[in-house]
């Protein structure tokens, strides 16, 4: 008999960012580069996991905001256009790097496969559609996706009932709206939870929410198994709580892995240490 289980939850939003009044936006690219380096990376494992036989069960939400995104055209063209050019920029530098500075050739090499194989995937594997990709992952039970509040919304400071209601109740018609039926479950904004909520989330038909630790560990009477097993409410809804521990591992740069000197350090790339005329074709045309 096990003497417990793993539950591995993902949290997918970024706020929604969308400016058809300009032919490009520096803060659409936050999405873009989402979508390149974790979403199509985490359908392809999911999908290859399955196809192996193997069955991951995990549960990921995908925010109201980030579905909305995922599904624009506009932002879907934007998209394509942005991964054609980081493609096109890679293969120049893997021929800049093999004559002047070949010690960086297979780690360029590394960015030309992956953005390759990436164009591949979004164009012609997943045609362009994230989000009928995650679909059908949970249709083939690999994926349980849950939601979060309409807007991200911290609902513990937002002042009204009715506004907390209606975070919670669009939440679930956009789930609707991407996925059919009703969400299982519902990671809080920011993991924020205060008392009533939960009856909230019962209205909606929402069985389980996941919350920071304090949500258990301040509970009356406090729970035997502290963050380590769910708390039902005396409504039915049950809480599942953040694991401290490993919540550092990701966010800490103390103690998590993006502090470690083998992390990858995000800003600092070609931009910064090439002349700006060799990269001017690939940026904006503002020049960010």
Not at 41 to 56: D, R, T, V
Not at 274 to 281: G, I, M, R, T, V
């Amino acid at each position: 008999m096990p003497v417990g289980y793993f539950s591995l939850i993902l949290h997918a939003h970024l706020p929604f960012v969308r400016h058809p009044e300009y032919p490009e936006f520096l803060e659409e690219d936050w999405l873009f580069e989402a979508i390149t380096e974790v979403y199509l990376p985490l359908i392809f494992i999911f999908q290859n996991l399955h196809e192996s036989g193997a069955k991951p069960r995990l549960a990921m939400n995908i925010s109201p905001p980030l579905c909305e995104m995922l599904a624009d055209k506009l932002l879907e063209t934007r998209y394509t256009r942005h991964l054609e050019n980081l493609f096109e920029l890679s293969k120049k530098e893997l021929e800049r790097v093999n004559r002047q500075e070949p010690q960086f050739f297979a780690v360029v090499k590394m960015y030309v496969d992956n953005l390759g194989a990436s164009l591949n995937l979004w164009n012609n594997k997943y045609g362009r559609n994230l989000i009928n990709a995650f679909r059908e992952l949970q249709e083939e039970g690999v994926l349980e996706i849950i939601t979060c509040g309409a807007t991200h919304g911290f609902l513990p400071l937002i002042s009204t009932f009715e506004a907390r209601r209606a975070q919670i109740q669009i939440a679930v018609e956009n789930y609707r709206k991407h996925f059919g039926g009703t969400p299982r479950g519902i990671w809080l904004p920011e993991c924020a939870y205060e008392a009533g909520i939960e009856t909230l989330l019962k209205e909606a038909g929402i069985e389980y929410f996941i919350g920071d630790s304090h949500a258990i560990l301040y509970g009356e009477p406090r729970p035997r198994y502290g963050v380590h097993a769910p708390v039902v409410c005396p409504n039915g809804v049950a809480v599942f709580a953040r694991d401290v521990e490993t919540s550092e591992q990701v966010w800490s740069a103390e103690v998590g892995y993006p502090g470690n000197a083998a992390y990858r350090e995000f800003y600092r790339d070609v931009g910064w240490d090439l002349p700006l005329e060799y990269l001017k074709p690939h940026l904006h045309k503002d020049g960010t």
